[in-house]
T-cell receptor, first 112, second 114 residues
Framework: GENVEQHPSTLSVQEGDSAVIKCTYS??????FPWYKQELGKGPQLIID?????GEKKDQRIAVTLNKTAKHFSLHITETQPEDSAVYFC???????????FGDGTTLTVKP | NAGVTQTPKFQVLKTGQSMTLQCAQD?????MYWYRQDPGMGLRLIYY???????DKGEVPNGYNVSRLNKREFSLRLESAAPSQTSVYFC?????????????FGQGTRLTVV
């Protein structure tokens, strides 16, 4: 089955700095790569996703890049703000619709 | 627009007791999922239902059973709770599409087995 590894497990940055979280996956058939943000006491919520036919996608301060050859994808957050502090999960899924394998999560702390 | 609703939000069980976690979605999604979340281990799939009338095992199904009651509802049952089942449980739903799509999560059920 699919295996997703996520690094780092914790990340602390100063407000205004950039944050990068990286994930690798094992199944070359995976073609959908979402990123979820989980705030304390809540369920994960999608913040951005990318499909295998695209190399990069941006949404304001958030971007995701995908390298299918190397089987890795990354989340980039620019101009971080304290409200970006949360746990971030990457995931990968293939043709078994919606059935995603998640990374172990990154706890991001943005210091004011 | 409630999205995915889970009940209860918190539960304490004694070892050997049984209980059912309830989940309902109002987005007319075909697929529903149960995950457990343990510290440092991300989300692990327990069972899923790709469409009404079907259920399949995920990564960690032992000790659990599920029922897809109708298109809206998907329940998770612990027949004989064990301390190893102490966790936060999340229900999720998504459209059934071949190329993958966003999953919508409930607020979670925090279960403690003593």
């Amino acid at each position: 089955g699919e295996n997703v590894e996520q690094h780092p497990s914790t990340l602390s940055v100063q407000e205004g700095d950039s944050a990068v979280i990286k994930c690798t996956y094992s199944d070359s058939a995976s073609n959908y790569f979402p990123w979820y943000k989980q705030e304390l006491g809540k369920g994960p919520q999608l913040i951005i996703d990318i499909r295998s036919n695209v190399g990069e996608k941006k949404d304001q301060r958030i971007a995701v890049t995908l390298n299918k050859t190397a089987k890795h994808f990354s989340l980039h957050i620019t101009e971080t703000q304290p409200e970006d502090s949360a746990v971030y999960f990457c995931a990968a899924s293939g043709t078994n619709a919606g059935k995603s394998t998640f990374g172990d999560g990154t706890t991001l702390t943005v210091k004011p | 627009n409630a999205g995915v609703t889970q009940t209860p939000k918190f539960q304490v069980l004694k070892t050997g007791q049984s209980m059912t976690l309830q989940c309902a979605q109002d987005m007319n999604h075909n697929s529903m999922y149960w995950y457990r979340q343990d510290p440092g281990m991300g989300l692990r799939l327990i069972y899923y239902s790709a469409s009404e009338g079907t259920t399949d095992k995920g990564e960690v199904p032992n000790g659990y059973n599920v029922s897809r009651l109708n298109k809206r509802e998907f329940s998770l049952r612990l027949e004989s709770a064990a301390p190893s089942q102490t966790s936060v449980y999340f229900c999720a739903s998504s459209e059934l599409v071949h190329e993958g799509t966003e999953a919508f999560f409930g607020q979670g059920t925090r279960l403690t087995v003593v």
